[in-house]
Structures are given as structure tokens and as C-alpha cells.
């Protein structure tokens, strides 16, 4: 297929996972790459143009996943100015790649680059489930042996004394998360005095339970946290075939077939 046609039908969900279309751009990686760039740096001049585009629009989100399975470098950039964007725009035109995938893309596509993770992480006019991801990216590189335990500790020990504002917020939870999941108890009073504060949301796991588990003879090795952090990206079918929004009927009145990928996630939004 050309691969102007083949980039034409990635615009939109049509209700069916378009396995065919997305094999042929890997196939097609050297010159389908340059259309994805470009997309993206549409996504990152008018992020706004996009959510005008309807909730069926797709291409920019195909274009992530795919740049991610591709390791391409040069997309990089232009990902973290698409999630840098303030507000709640990113949650509309990302949906759920953002809780479920962006740690994961950025990791794929940094190729050793932290900075501009660490500008998002820190950055409080950061969408608060951006920057969360932002952290994820790192304990990702972890499991993929592209980051120490000991930088991401002492990253994290940074993070807990003086490089976030010391406002309740989502990232905290997720650098306390962080923190246990590489059963760092060294940062055990920065984490303490995170609770005391009142950092951390009434539904966040408790103090207790955080000083038990950091106390505990289990170590979460790398293959632990795999379980919970898949590294970088792959396959797109075995990634994103299993979405719900692909086994959908998007003639019916659903108010966002992108919303059906995690309905958890959505809840959240709307509680918080």
C-alpha cells in the first residue's frame, strides 16, 4: 500500500483493531516515520486543533506507539512537548496512554536523555498525570537495564527534600510508590514526613503499611517490578489490540470510544 494511503487510514477508529494497517507501517518504518514525526509536531503546535477533530481521531495516538516500537529518537522531543502542554487538554486528546503507556513511551524514546523526563516530573504546571508517568519512565528504564537503582533512589531523595512543591498532588503518591517499589528504605523519613505533611490523598496506601512493607525481608527485584512496569514498548497488537475501544460500535452514541480503554481512569478524573 502506499504510504500515503496507509497513513490516511490510521486517522480515525473505525470500531476494529486495524492489525493489518499497523503491520504494514512497521513494515513500511523508514518511510512511514517522517508522516508520524510530523503528526506529532502538529499534536505538539495546536494540541487544541485536535480535540476539534472528534473523539474518534486516532492517528496521533497510532503515531505514539508506533514512534515508541520504532525507538525513534527524534520523536522524543516532540512527546514531551505534546505532554507538557498545561492543563487538562492532554487528558483529552491522550486518554488513557497516559496512565497506561507514556512512562513506557518516553522510556522507549529518551535513549539515555533524562533531562527533559526530570523538567516534566518537576515542573508543576505539568499535568499532575504526566509528570506521575513522567516518574514511571524511570523505574521502566530499570527493568530495562538503562538505569541504576542507586540514581533512581537518589533521584528520588532529591525529588522528597527540595525539587517538588510541597502541595498535595499525585506525584507525591507516585514517588512514594516509587520509592517501595525499589524497597528504598533509606528514603523511610522522607517518606514519613511526606504523610505528616499531608501529601498523600485519604485513598493512598497508609504510612503503616508503607513502613511494613519497607521493613520486610522482600526485596522487589527487576523482574518484580516487570510485572508491573512492561519496560519499552512492543508488538502494537499484543499493546493496545486488547483496548475495548476497538470492539466497539462507534455508530452508536458512546460519548468517547478513547474513554473505554480504562474506565478506571476516567473515574478518577471525574472524582478528583
Given amino acids: 500500500m502506499d504510504v500515503e494511503h496507509l497513513f490516511a487510514r490510521l486517522a480515525y477508529i473505525t470500531g476494529e483493531f486495524p492489525v493489518n494497517i499497523l503491520t504494514e507501517a512497521v513494515e513500511q518504518r523508514e518511510s512511514i516515520t517522517p508522516l508520524l514525526l510530523e503528526e506529532l509536531r502538529r499534536a505538539?503546535?495546536?494540541?487544541?486543533?485536535?480535540?476539534?477533530?472528534?473523539?474518534?481521531?486516532?492517528?496521533?495516538?497510532?503515531?505514539?506507539?508506533?514512534?515508541?516500537?520504532?525507538?525513534?529518537?527524534?520523536?522524543?522531543?516532540?512527546l514531551v512537548d505534546i505532554v507538557a502542554t498545561p492543563g487538562d487538554i492532554v487528558i483529552e486528546i491522550m486518554a488513557d496512554v497516559i496512565p497506561e503507556d507514556l512512562g513506557r513511551m518516553l522510556a522507549s524514546v529518551c535513549h539515555g536523555n533524562l533531562d527533559p523526563i526530570k523538567r516534566l516530573i518537576e515542573n508543576p504546571e505539568v499535568n499532575e498525570w504526566v509528570r506521575s508517568a513522567a516518574l514511571d519512565s524511570l523505574l521502566n528504564l530499570y527493568v530495562e537495564e538503562q538505569l541504576g537503582r542507586d540514581d533512581i533512589i537518589g533521584y528520588l531523595q532529591e525529588l522528597f527534600s527540595f525539587r517538588v512543591e510541597r502541595k498535595?498532588?499525585?506525584?507525591?503518591?507516585?514517588?512514594?510508590?516509587?520509592?517501595?517499589?525499589?524497597?528504598?528504605?533509606?528514603?523511610?523519613?522522607?517518606?514519613?514526613?511526606?504523610?505528616?505533611?499531608?501529601?498523600?490523598g485519604p485513598m493512598d496506601v497508609s504510612f503503616p503499611d508503607i513502613e511494613n512493607r519497607l521493613n520486610s525481608e522482600k526485596k522487589y527485584t527487576q523482574a518484580d517490578i516487570w510485572l508491573l512496569r512492561n519496560g519499552f514498548i512492543g508488538e502494537l497488537v499484543d499493546e493496545i489490540g486488547w483496548w475495548s475501544c476497538f470492539d466497539v460500535d462507534i455508530e452508536d452514541d458512546d460519548p468517547d470510544p478513547k474513554q473505554q480503554m480504562n474506565p478506571d481512569f476516567h473515574k478518577s478524573l471525574e472524582e478528583s
Avoid at 58 to 76: D, G, K, N, P, T
Avoid at 176 to 187: F, I, K, M, N, Y
Fill in 44 to 78: 505538539a503546535t495546536d494540541p487544541e486543533a485536535l480535540r476539534e477533530k472528534g473523539d474518534n481521531y486516532f492517528r496521533h495516538i497510532y503515531a505514539m506507539y508506533l514512534l515508541a516500537r520504532f525507538r525513534e529518537q527524534a520523536a522524543y522531543p516532540l
Fill in 168 to 200: 498535595p498532588g499525585l506525584v507525591w503518591s507516585a514517588m512514594v510508590t516509587a520509592a517501595c517499589d525499589l524497597h528504598s528504605g533509606e528514603l523511610m523519613d522522607e517518606i514519613r514526613n511526606v504523610y505528616e505533611d499531608d501529601l498523600i
